[in-house]
């Protein structure tokens, strides 16, 4: 699920759009923006610099406070303030690689940070974080001169067992031709990038166009496999991919008439059959809160609008519940795609199926015994003759059984056709000189 706006998010969404993120969570839907976080990890696009205020210069001292803490020897500290650097290069990709100095600095960082965990004694932590760095600068090397002759060896151990690991290949599409696209900081295209002979792991991939603070990913290149990143960059720049909230942000109105086939284009990646869209609609002072449930082809299964009244859970929640279930409630405006509710029953009526079939089969096949009845007694009639002292006159009896084998069998074809009460059934009696069809229960 994903809420939409336009502008910029007003801070108090969050009181009135909570109930419906909600309800829809508890009914099976993705809807918490930590729940689409966790679902979505590495293909979630998002902006380029995550720590708001945060400076390239700031980054640059905190990697060169934990380097000069390393060469002191004060390892734990080292690794704890270096951890942190390699953090925010990682998360804030925008600050940092339109300057190429900065590259020397996260070269800095890796190897500071893998030094001071081997060190510490933390092997595996200190493994992966250089083979990080193999993957990141392949065109770099730790050496002797620089570093000292255990930074030098330790690096050339882990290249070595680096080369068992296979290589993988990544390609990269922007969906813009102006898009410059970065792979771990350094630029290797302009709206395509095909890469190769890559360690495999977890690549950071920053796609920007000029203007824009970007969008970043995560792309996991497997050894002898062929990776791709598929990017539309104008659904991409319009979407908001954060802890508080995940959604669109719409410049215009008639910018947010796109809002069904960006959400089919989402869908579609993600590989699911449908999403929710949530937003607010109307005056500031008393917005509606607008929910749409979108196929992956961008179009509407059903939407609706409610405008609470002081955050009234009840309306939002059932905002929520037609979007899952599609049944609708008066608390609903301008509902569109509901799926009627079935007819209320009457009391005492049963449906029409089940028993009423049942009679109807009793009544067809009683008739048809009965009309079988009636023409025998019809063949077996005997005229009256004087030289007999008895005979069979059964044509009497022939025809009234018959009549009621034919009422029996109209019975049984009307009550197929429309069904009847659970309390009344068929009566048929007959006899030697008489023969009764009628309905016995309650009416």
Same mark, same amino acid.
């Given at each position: 699920?994903?809420?939409?706006?336009?502008?910029?998010?007003?801070?108090?969404?969050?009181?009135?759009?909570?109930?419906?993120?909600?309800?829809?969570?508890?009914?099976?839907?993705?809807?918490?923006?930590?729940?689409?976080?966790?679902?979505?990890?590495?293909?979630?696009?998002?902006?380029?610099?995550?720590?708001?205020?945060?400076?390239?210069?700031?980054?640059?001292?905190?990697?060169?406070?934990?380097?000069?803490?390393?060469?002191?020897?004060?390892?734990?500290?080292?690794?704890?303030?270096?951890?942190?650097?390699?953090?925010?290069?990682?998360?804030?990709?925008?600050?940092?690689?339109?300057?190429?100095?900065?590259?020397?600095?996260?070269?800095?960082?890796?190897?500071?940070?893998?030094?001071?965990?081997?060190?510490?004694?933390?092997?595996?932590?200190?493994?992966?974080?250089?083979?990080?760095?193999?993957?990141?600068?392949?065109?770099?090397?730790?050496?002797?001169?620089?570093?000292?002759?255990?930074?030098?060896?330790?690096?050339?151990?882990?290249?070595?067992?680096?080369?068992?690991?296979?290589?993988?290949?990544?390609?990269?599409?922007?969906?813009?031709?102006?898009?410059?696209?970065?792979?771990?900081?350094?630029?290797?295209?302009?709206?395509?990038?095909?890469?190769?002979?890559?360690?495999?792991?977890?690549?950071?991939?920053? @796609?920007? !166009?000029? #203007? $824009? &603070? +970007?969008?970043?990913?995560?792309?996991? %290149?497997? /050894?002898?496999?062929?990776?791709?990143? =598929?990017?539309?960059?104008?659904?991409?720049?319009?979407?908001?991919?954060?802890?508080?909230?995940?959604?669109?942000?719409?410049?215009?109105?008639?910018?947010?008439?796109?809002?069904?086939?960006?959400?089919?284009?989402?869908?579609?990646?993600?590989?699911?059959?449908? @999403?929710? !869209?949530? #937003? $607010? &609609? +109307?005056?500031?002072?008393?917005?509606? %809160?607008? /929910?749409?449930?979108?196929?992956?082809? =961008?179009?509407?299964?059903?939407?609706?609008?409610?405008?609470?009244?002081?955050?009234?859970?009840?309306?939002?929640?059932?905002?929520?519940?037609?979007?899952?279930?599609?049944?609708?409630?008066?608390?609903?405006?301008?509902?569109?795609?509901?799926?009627?509710?079935?007819?209320?029953?009457?009391?005492?009526?049963?449906?029409?199926?089940?028993?009423?079939?049942?009679?109807?089969?009793?009544?067809?096949? =009683?008739?048809?015994?009965?009309?079988?009845?009636?023409?025998?007694?019809?063949?077996?009639?005997?005229?009256?003759?004087?030289?007999?002292?008895?005979?069979?006159?059964?044509?009497?009896?022939?025809?009234?059984?018959?009549?009621?084998?034919?009422?029996?069998?109209?019975?049984?074809?009307?009550?197929?056709?429309?069904?009847?009460?659970?309390?009344?059934?068929?009566?048929?009696?007959?006899?030697?000189?008489?023969?009764?069809?009628?309905?016995?229960?309650?009416?």
């Amino acid at each position: 699920m994903l809420e939409a706006h336009t502008g910029a998010r007003p801070s108090s969404v969050a009181a009135v759009v909570g109930p419906v993120l909600d309800e829809l969570e508890r009914r099976g839907f993705v809807a918490r923006p930590s729940s689409v976080i966790k679902l979505l990890g590495g293909r979630a696009p998002r902006p380029g610099i995550l720590d708001g205020g945060k400076t390239a210069a700031e980054i640059a001292q905190q990697v060169e406070s934990g380097f000069d803490a390393f060469t002191k020897g004060k390892y734990k500290d080292a690794a704890t303030s270096l951890a942190l650097a390699v953090h925010q290069i990682k998360r804030n990709p925008g600050l940092l690689v339109l300057d190429a100095t900065n590259a020397r600095s996260t070269f800095h960082a890796f190897v500071g940070l893998a030094l001071s965990q081997s060190k510490l004694g933390y092997t595996v932590e200190s493994v992966e974080t250089m083979t990080e760095l193999l993957r990141t600068f392949s065109t770099q090397s730790v050496t002797r001169t620089e570093y000292g002759p255990q930074a030098e060896q330790f690096y050339r151990a882990v290249q070595r067992q680096a080369q068992g690991f296979g290589r993988g290949r990544l390609a990269i599409t922007a969906g813009d031709a102006h898009a410059m696209i970065f792979v771990d900081g350094e630029l290797r295209g302009m709206g395509r990038a095909a890469l190769t002979d890559l360690i495999p792991g977890t690549y950071r991939v920053f @796609i920007q !166009v000029p #203007g $824009t &603070t +970007g969008r970043q990913y995560e792309a996991e %290149v497997r /050894a002898g496999q062929d990776s791709t990143l =598929g990017v539309n960059w104008q659904v991409d720049s319009a979407l908001v991919v954060s802890n508080p909230w995940v959604g669109f942000v719409f410049h215009s109105e008639p910018e947010r008439a796109k809002e069904g086939g960006y959400a089919g284009a989402l869908a579609r990646r993600w590989g699911s059959d449908t @999403i929710v !869209v949530v #937003g $607010t &609609t +109307g005056p500031s002072d008393r917005p509606g %809160v607008a /929910a749409t449930l979108y196929r992956a082809t =961008g179009d509407v299964v059903r939407s609706a609008m409610v405008v609470p009244r002081d955050h009234d859970e009840t309306r939002l929640r059932s905002l929520a519940r037609f979007i899952a279930e599609g049944i609708p409630s008066d608390e609903l405006e301008r509902v569109t795609g509901a799926i009627a509710p079935p007819p209320p029953t009457a009391r005492g009526d049963a449906p029409a199926t089940g028993y009423a079939p049942l009679g109807a089969k009793l009544c067809l096949g =009683g008739g048809a015994a009965l009309l079988a009845a009636g023409i025998v007694a019809l063949v077996i009639d005997q005229d009256p003759d004087p030289g007999m002292r008895y005979y069979r006159d059964s044509a009497p009896l022939g025809v009234a059984v018959g009549l009621a084998g034919v009422a029996s069998i109209g019975v049984g074809l009307w009550w197929w056709r429309h069904g009847r009460r659970e309390s009344s059934t068929p009566a048929v009696s007959f006899g030697a000189s008489h023969a009764v069809i009628g309905w016995a229960g309650s009416f």
